[in-house]
């Protein structure tokens, strides 16, 4: 028996068997939506009244009116900051200009001859052993010698200014170790048959300088007197004083035997 392919149950069968389209997945979300709208919040909050940023702001309104004193702790910090930066910057810059005027000066102003008759008169005495050490030692060094003989005159005139003006016991200690070291160069440095008249000669000149940078120096103990000491009386404190206790009575037949 032939079949019928069109038969009414067959096609229902078939359809049984077709694909069932899935539903559709719901969109995603924009990456970092929750964060936005967070923030979005935190925004609207805070400028409400009685908000973080409201308050800041009505801060920064009256801080003309408040005062460096009455104004708010928070606006007070960020100026003291803003002010320490700004001499932090330029203590930075002077100093930059400073150190290179000082550079400037050591290389390029002190055009001298190291270790050559440059001086003359009773100065020579001092100044050429000087100069001829300072060649000498000079050799290995990563600065040139002409340097290290300024440095070696700032030294001294530093040590005699500040010590005639301030006092200072360190200063005064920079002075002798550069007096020391000035006999010690002119001694080392100067001929044999000459070299006690040159260091004599340098010690004497060192005391005479002395006698400035030095001023004010005393080797004797400083005695304080004592001082009275200071009694304060004091009104308020009162010692009571109690009064003598009140004779007894006597009755004027007190020996009778027959009193009352």
């Not at 440095?189 to 000149?205: E, F, K, Q, Y």
């Amino acid at each position: 028996m032939q079949s019928n392919d069109n038969t009414p149950g067959q096609n229902r069968q078939e359809l049984a068997y077709l694909p069932v389209p899935f539903p559709k997945a719901p969109p995603k979300p924009p990456r970092f939506a929750a964060l936005r709208d967070g923030l979005r919040d935190w925004w609207t909050r805070a400028w409400d009244i009685d908000g973080v940023l409201y308050e800041m702001w009505q801060d920064v309104l009256s801080a003309p009116e408040d005062g460096p004193r009455h104004m708010a702790p928070w606006i007070r910090a960020v100026l003291m900051a803003a002010g320490v930066s700004f001499v932090v910057l330029m203590a930075k810059a002077a100093g930059e200009v400073v150190l290179d005027a000082l550079h400037q000066l050591l290389t390029a102003v002190p055009k001298v001859q190291v270790g050559v008759d440059t001086s003359s008169g009773v100065a020579a005495v001092v100044d050429q052993p000087v100069r001829t050490y300072i060649a000498q030692h000079s050799a290995g060094l990563a600065v040139e010698g002409s340097t290290v003989y300024t440095l070696w005159l700032l030294t001294g005139i530093v040590g005699l200014v500040l010590g005639y003006l301030s006092r200072n016991n360190g200063v005064r200690a920079m002075w002798t170790a550069w007096g020391a070291a000035t006999v010690f160069m002119v001694w080392t440095t100067t001929p044999a048959a000459s070299r006690p008249i040159a260091a004599g000669l340098a010690v004497l000149a060192w005391t005479f300088l002395s006698a400035f940078a030095m001023r004010g120096l005393t080797l004797r103990r400083r005695v304080v007197a004592g001082r009275p000491a200071k009694v304060t009386v004091k009104p308020e404190i009162h010692v009571p004083v109690q009064p003598p206790a009140p004779a007894a009575e006597q009755h004027p037949h007190s020996g009778c035997p027959f009193r009352d």
